[in-house]
């Protein structure tokens, strides 16, 4: 009895961490109808720039970013999956003005899906410089029969 009473504390701290380590949570951001101001819990209530959804996402989260051009200097310090509308649709555009994405953390597991990186600018790598493991992810695209 007394052995089953001493691995149920033991087990007990490491059982209460698990839904927190699973739980994850999807922010929303649209550059046409998004404000910052919002919740960026829903396409309705979605944030208007991804940088800030990046600035309120945990380790794990997901940022869904519907189509648009977003000019934005991306920098992200967590494990994160950030996933476009699609590439020919959701770009994220430095402007000439630094590096796009920048994933500044060696523990940074960063997916980026389904968007376009361009005119970034920096002797680091103007689209993305990473310390981190970064992941790219694209969605094939496909030509329209007669074009």
């Not at 087990?11 to 910052?36: E, K, M």
């Not at 476009?84 to 430095?94: E, F």
């Not at 920048?102 to 389904?114: E, R």
């Amino acid at each position: 009895m007394r052995s089953k009473l001493l691995t149920a504390l033991v087990i007990a701290p490491f059982l209460a961490l698990v839904p927190t380590a699973l739980a994850s949570t999807t922010w929303y951001v649209n550059g046409v109808s998004g404000r910052d101001s919002n919740s960026c819990m829903s396409p309705t209530t979605a944030c208007e720039t991804i940088g800030h959804a990046v600035s309120l996402a945990k380790s794990g989260d997901s940022i869904i970013v519907a189509a648009a051009t977003y000019t934005e200097n991306l920098k992200i310090g967590i494990p994160l999956n950030i996933v476009g509308s699609g590439a020919p649709t959701t770009i994220v555009d430095a402007g000439h003005a630094a590096t796009v994405v920048t994933i500044s953390s060696a523990s940074a597991n960063v997916t980026l899906s389904k968007l376009t990186i361009r005119n970034g600018f920096s002797g680091n790598g103007g689209g993305v410089h990473s310390l981190g493991t970064l992941s790219l992810n694209s969605q094939p695209y496909q030509r329209e029969r007669g074009c």
